[in-house]
């Protein structure tokens, strides 16, 4: 089973800000040397536990959970699994990709595959 980690940190405005310009630094040190940076994120920060119980609510993790549990086909199938209106779906899966959780995929046609390569969301709250 295929776990992926990641560390959820409440930061003040200034140590947001600090964390932003080394992580930036160390992209460009990346970057200068020629290595591959990771494509998601490992680490996501947030200002407040208020900020983050309006990202991480009970219903997108319900999502992450059907993604990674029934890999759909597109959003609209996303929507059906989880017995929602696509339009509130698509607005938290954007969300959701937004803050590196899932991906979104090519699938058929114009529509996005949800993704997520991972059977188990381990949260640790840095603060």
Excluded: C
């Amino acid at each position: 089973m295929k776990v992926k980690k990641v560390q959820v940190v409440i930061n003040t405005e200034k140590q947001f800000w600090q964390d932003f310009q080394s992580r930036l630094e160390e992209f460009a040190t990346t970057a200068q040397t020629g290595k591959t940076t990771k494509s998601r994120p490992d680490r996501v920060v947030f200002s407040s536990l208020t900020e983050m119980a309006q990202v991480l609510t009970p219903r997108r993790l319900e999502l992450v959970g059907l993604i990674g549990r029934h890999q759909p086909e597109s959003v609209r199938e996303l929507a059906a699994l989880a017995g929602r209106d696509i339009k509130n779906v698509s607005q938290d899966v954007r969300l959701l990709e937004r803050y590196g959780f899932i991906e979104l995929a090519a699938g058929r046609g114009s529509r996005k595959r949800p993704t997520a390569d991972y059977a188990r969301l381990d949260v640790q709250v840095y603060f």
